[in-house]
């Protein structure tokens, strides 16, 4: 295993004994499988524009979080029509996001 550090190896030689103890309730387990079956039922195809900007962002943010980019777009658009998604309130400036972006990229 590359670059794994003692604690990391730790916590593998504990997982490969058998010593570890789930935490999770039944209760919050049951939420978790419905929220995995609700969200495992694909059915329909979409097709959307996305500027190239936007679509390299999405994908590192997606790297980031460790799963493929269109999981991260559907999950986004889930929370966002399931009322969970929040908005974070921050300061407006005299520059839109992209107009920076592109500033930085150039």
Known sequence: MPNVDAYEREILSAFDKGSLKSVVTKAELETFRAA???????????????????????????????????????????????????????LITGRSTQATRKRAAG
């Open 36 to 90: 995995a079956r609700a969200t495992a039922v694909k059915d329909r195809r979409v097709n959307i524009r996305l500027s190239s900007i936007d679509l390299n962002d999405i994908q590192v943010k997606a790297l980031e979080e460790g799963m493929p980019y269109q999981t991260l777009i559907a999950s986004v658009l889930h929370k966002y029509v399931s009322g969970r998604l929040v908005e974070q309130k921050r």
